[in-house]
Nanobody, 122 residues
C-alpha cells in the first residue's frame, strides 16, 4: 500500500491550496482518512479526518477554513484549505487508518504518506 500526496506549495496569507492523497494497493476498505501536519520544532498534530461514512473532525484552528472530503471508490482524500495563515505553514501528511487489505480483511493497518510542504507567507 502506498499513500501519494500532492498539492502542497507556497501561497500568501489569505490564499488557498488543495491537497490530495491517493491510496493505492490491494485495498478492501479504509475506515478513516485524514491529514496531519508538523511544523518545525512542533509535534505532529491532527488537521482533519473523515470516516468512510463521511463523518468529519477538524482541529479547532482550521474549522471554517479547511474542508476535507474523500472518494471511497478511488481511495482518495482531499483537503481544501482556504484563508490560509502563516501558522498553517507545515509539512502535511496524509493518513489512512483502519485499512483492510483484500488478502486478509480481518487485519487493520495504518499508513502514512510522504508529506507535502505548505508554506504561507505574511
Amino acid at each position: 500500500v502506498q499513500l501519494q500526496a500532492s498539492g502542497g506549495g507556497s501561497v500568501q496569507a489569505g490564499g488557498s491550496l488543495r491537497l490530495s492523497c491517493a491510496a493505492s494497493g490491494s485495498i478492501f476498505s479504509i475506515n478513516v482518512m485524514g491529514w496531519y501536519r508538523q511544523a518545525p520544532r512542533k509535534q505532529r498534530e491532527l488537521v482533519a479526518t473523515i470516516t468512510n461514512v463521511g463523518i468529519t473532525n477538524y482541529a479547532d484552528s482550521v474549522k471554517g477554513r479547511f474542508t476535507i472530503s474523500r472518494d471511497n471508490i478511488k481511495n482518495t482524500v482531499t483537503l481544501q484549505m482556504n484563508s490560509l495563515k502563516p501558522e498553517d505553514t507545515a509539512v502535511y501528511y496524509c493518513n489512512a487508518d483502519g485499512l483492510r487489505l483484500n488478502v486478509d480483511r480481518r487485519l487493520t493497518y495504518q499508513y502514512w504518506g510522504q508529506g507535502t510542504q505548505v508554506t504561507v507567507s505574511s
